[in-house]
T-cell receptor, first 113, second 110 residues
Framework: GAGVSQTPSNKVTEKGKYVELRCDPI?????LYWYRQSLGQGPEFLIY????????DSGLPNDRFFAVRPEGSVSTLKIQRTERGDSAVYLC???????????FGQGTRLTVV | GQSLEQPSEVTAVEGAIVQINCTYQ??????LSWYQQHDGGAPTFLSY????GLEETGRFSSFLSRSDSYGYLLLQELQMKDSASYFC???????????FGTGTLLAVQP
């Protein structure tokens, strides 16, 4: 595709529910990143895929968060038992390789009520 | 771990030059990047320095000193549309992950 696509753009969910956020990276990009951004803060690293495997998941805050990239393209970030503190914009980025420019999607704004 | 420090806010007037500094700490360093983010938008790439020195791209330049763990973004001929948040980001650690600073909010005044 032309750019990184994230769906949905907005998601409102009730506390305790399960949510899935999807990221379609730029075709051919092997590296994919998930970040979380709160108002007035920088993107907070969550997880980084190189191909199908998670190269670094050290930013996932706890075991309620999980991400997959089964075919090395589309990735899904999964959050179980959502809490109000999970409310943020979740950003996805992809890059051609490990040391190249990262292109960001427009993000999914998650609101937990 | 990795951490980055940059000023929280900078104000300048149209046509002026502004410098946004960034200091970083990381175990294993691959490069320093700069991203721009307008309110409500996605971060967009501005520049990348892997080696010491100055990289120039139009009105924007970026500098890196690996021995000082320091870099800066220089914006010249400021325009109102340059009002945005600017993030430095470092590639480092054992896995070469990309970590962002907390951002500098630049306000360009007429």
């Amino acid at each position: 595709g032309a750019g990184v696509s994230q769906t949905p753009s907005n998601k409102v969910t009730e506390k305790g529910k399960y949510v899935e956020l999807r990221c379609d990276p730029i075709s051919g990009h092997t590296a994919l990143y998930w970040y979380r951004q709160s108002l007035g803060q920088g993107p907070e690293f969550l997880i980084y895929f190189q191909g199908t495997g998670a190269a670094d998941d050290s930013g996932l805050p706890n075991d309620r968060f999980f991400a997959v990239r089964p075919e090395g393209s589309v990735s899904t970030l999964k959050i179980q038992r959502t809490e109000r503190g999970d409310s943020a914009v979740y950003l996805c980025a992809s890059s051609l390789g490990r040391n190249t420019e990262a292109f960001f999607g427009q993000g999914t704004r998650l609101t937990v009520v | 771990g990795q951490s980055l420090e940059q000023p929280s806010e900078v104000t300048a007037v149209e046509g002026a030059i502004v410098q946004i500094n960034c200091t970083y700490q990381t175990s294993g360093f691959y490069g320093l990047s700069w991203y721009q983010q307008h309110d409500g938008g996605a971060p967009t790439f501005l520049s990348y320095n892997a080696l010491d020195g100055l990289e120039e791209t139009g009105r924007f330049s970026s500098f890196l000193s690996r021995s000082d763990s320091y870099g800066y973004l220089l914006l010249q001929e400021l325009q109102m549309k340059d009002s945005a948040s600017y993030f430095c980001a470092v590639r480092g650690g054992a896995t070469n992950k990309l970590i962002f600073g907390t951002g500098t909010l630049l306000a360009v005044q007429p």
